[in-house]
């Protein structure tokens, strides 16, 4: 399975192509002016479409500050609501990924945004 993953395979009627699935989290209000950061540095092309990406809906976010936080550490687990995930395709290019990953972090709120990469296949 590995080595699928690394090259894609043909199948009918479509390629199984390798891609980087990259994947933040932010506050609902945030996500689309991240995403507009991302789409001025990759174009996301899908097919014969670009400026592809995919938004799930608000979950909770659970995590608790520790010593070297902004806010100092704290004892009690904070839950936040209204938390999103975007989720988009990169080719595998180290290039673009960074520069996707440092047009996250500079328009983010977070001082330590969670960006996911993952290594897939898509159709």
Same mark, same amino acid.
């Given at each position: 399975?590995?080595? /699928?993953?690394? *090259?894609?395979?043909?199948?009918? @009627?479509?390629?199984?192509?390798?891609?980087?699935?990259?994947? #933040?989290? &932010? $506050?609902?209000?945030?996500?689309?002016? /991240?995403?507009? *950061?991302?789409?001025?540095?990759? @174009?996301?092309?899908?097919?014969?479409?670009?400026?592809?990406? #995919?938004? &799930? $809906?608000?979950?909770?976010?659970?995590?608790?500050p520790r010593e070297g936080t902004p806010t100092g550490a704290e004892e009690d687990i904070r839950k936040?609501?209204?938390?999103?995930?975007?989720?988009?395709?990169?080719?595998?290019?180290?290039?673009?990924?960074?520069?996707?990953?440092?047009?996250?972090?500079?328009?983010?709120g977070y001082y330590e945004p969670v960006i996911i990469v993952q290594d897939v296949l898509r159709s």
């Amino acid at each position: 399975m590995t080595e /699928i993953i690394q *090259a894609g395979f043909d199948t009918r @009627p479509m390629t199984m192509e390798p891609m980087w699935l990259i994947t #933040y989290q &932010a $506050p609902a209000a945030d996500i689309d002016r /991240i995403f507009d *950061a991302v789409r001025v540095v990759a @174009p996301l092309v899908h097919g014969k479409t670009d400026q592809n990406g #995919y938004r &799930a $809906p608000a979950g909770f976010e659970y995590y608790r500050p520790r010593e070297g936080t902004p806010t100092g550490a704290e004892e009690d687990i904070r839950k936040r609501p209204g938390v999103d995930e975007m989720r988009f395709f990169l080719p595998r290019d180290e290039a673009q990924l960074n520069a996707v990953i440092e047009a996250i972090y500079e328009v983010h709120g977070y001082y330590e945004p969670v960006i996911i990469v993952q290594d897939v296949l898509r159709s």
